[in-house]
């Protein structure tokens, strides 16, 4: 095993503590960045499309779990949303894609598709399509995004690993 | 033909991978019910939410107090005390002898703090530091000093989950304290309602709500909120009736866990009129 997957694997575990204990302070109105998300898309753009769509339904798993989520529903949307950014992978445009705009938009991409994709499988009959696509999918999105984008900027020589 | 299958899981491994994977996702969200599932699930949360309990224990260190903690279940005690003498006193004008037999509720409160907020504006959750330990059980009632605010759904050793109010998952079966009628509230994902009451049924603004007696998950006579809007549907036939509840969702974090269950024979004999009468 590639020792940067160990070192990813590492990381995750405060990624989830943050996650779930630290996270909701700053919440807007409900709305909280998904730092899963963001990590999830750093490590897709630099390991490519398959070893993403894997860590994206691992990651997922692990947080279904030790969330107290349904079993499954993280798991789900968070591969879906990693195959996603998996199709801005370039072996030979990682650091093009690491730049702040093109990856906060990765972000922004793959936190839409999973925060739709987890509202799908909740009891959506009383929010309309239009609610789910913005109140659900679409503001998150853009906080995740934003949060991507600061954590990018801040990281020395824009790598952390 | 196996080079052939080769040449197709070369040039097809993200999308095979991806749909297997979802598959696998599919299966898990279907077998959740399933009890060594669900054992799994309270183990896992559980042993990670002492995790997230130590963190929000450090977040808060300066936030503990004992008497703070103390007057919160008095006032919880006192806020249902005077939902039931609020009760009292409207059934008092008309059934003054029945109101003997109506007075047996009691409350057994256990404190708790919320260590993790899973929320999103549709499907709100809490992870609170009471447990099955504790004597918490799936279906009891979580309030705080100022009315209901939510259900317990999950429980492991020292750890339970919350279904909130804010949550379009949990519909709860409440009555109009003043005229007695009955509707179920729900969360709509922006505000609370009860939908479907004939306009003509007495439902005012300013009216209290509370759990109904007719609830099959939760005690009768804990506040829920009080009505701040009546909107008549285009048939002028329905209303929706929008409810503030009295306890800030979003803000709280100390709850109770009021530990009710509801009695299952009450259920049993419910579901045999119902058969009975199909």
């Known amino acids: ?161 | 033909m196996q080079k052939f299958f080769r040449k197709l899981l070369a040039n097809f491994k993200e999308y095979i991978t991806l749909v297997v994977l979802l598959l696998i996702s599919l299966f898990l969200l279907s077998i959740n019910n399933n009890p060594g599932i669900e054992r799994f699930r309270a183990i896992s949360f559980g042993t990670f939410a002492y995790v997230t309990s130590t963190v929000h224990s450090i977040t808060n260190i300066f936030k503990s107090d004992t008497e703070t903690a103390r007057l919160r279940l008095e006032n919880a005690e006192l806020m249902l005390e005077v939902n039931k003498l609020r009760n009292h006193a409207l059934q008092n004008e008309h059934l003054r002898k029945m109101l003997e037999m109506k007075d047996t509720l009691a409350y057994n409160l256990l404190a708790a703090d919320v260590i993790s907020k899973l929320t999103s504006k549709i499907e709100g959750n809490f992870i609170i530091n009471v447990g099955s330990k504790h004597g918490v059980e799936v279906g009891m009632p979580v309030i705080n000093e100022q009315g209901l605010v939510g259900l317990i759904i999950g429980t492991a050793a020292d750890f339970s989950s919350v279904r909130t109010l804010e949550n379009i998952s949990l519909n709860v079966a409440v009555t109009n304290q003043r005229s007695g009628i009955n509707g179920i509230l729900s969360w709509n994902g922006q505000r609370h309602v009860i939908k479907n009451i004939p306009t003509t049924f007495d439902m005012q603004i300013g009216d209290r709500i509370e759990t109904s007696e007719f609830s099959t998950i939760l005690p009768p006579a804990i506040p829920v909120g009080i009505i701040v809007e009546k909107e008549t549907e285009v048939s002028g036939l329905l209303s929706f009736i929008y409810v503030k509840p009295f306890a800030n969702v979003q803000a709280v974090k100390n709850l109770f866990v009021v530990r009710f269950v509801k009695n299952t024979q009450i259920d049993t004999l419910e579901t045999n009129l119902l058969k009975r009468i199909k």
Do not use: C, W
């Open chain 1, 1 to 161: 095993m590639k020792k940067e997957y160990i070192n990813y694997f590492l990381i995750f575990i405060p990624t989830l503590i943050l996650q779930l204990a630290l996270v909701p302070l700053i919440s807007i109105d409900h709305f909280t960045p998904d730092l899963i998300v963001i990590l999830l898309v750093y490590f897709t753009l630099s390991e490519g499309q398959l070893h993403g769509t894997i860590a994206g339904a691992l990651l997922g798993f692990l947080f279904d779990l030790f969330s107290g989520n349904l079993l499954g529903l993280s798991m789900f949307s968070k591969t879906i949303a990693a195959f996603t950014a998996g199709y801005f992978y370039n072996e030979n445009k990682i650091e093009a894609n690491m730049a702040v705009m093109n990856f906060s938009l990765i972000v922004f991409l793959s936190a839409f598709i999973d925060s739709f994709f987890n509202g799908i499988f909740t009891d959506n009959q009383s929010v309309g399509i239009v609610f789910m696509i913005f109140e659900k999918s679409l503001f998150p999105a853009i906080y995740t995004s934003v949060v991507g984008a600061l954590i990018i900027i801040s990281l020395p020589k824009r790598k952390f690993l």
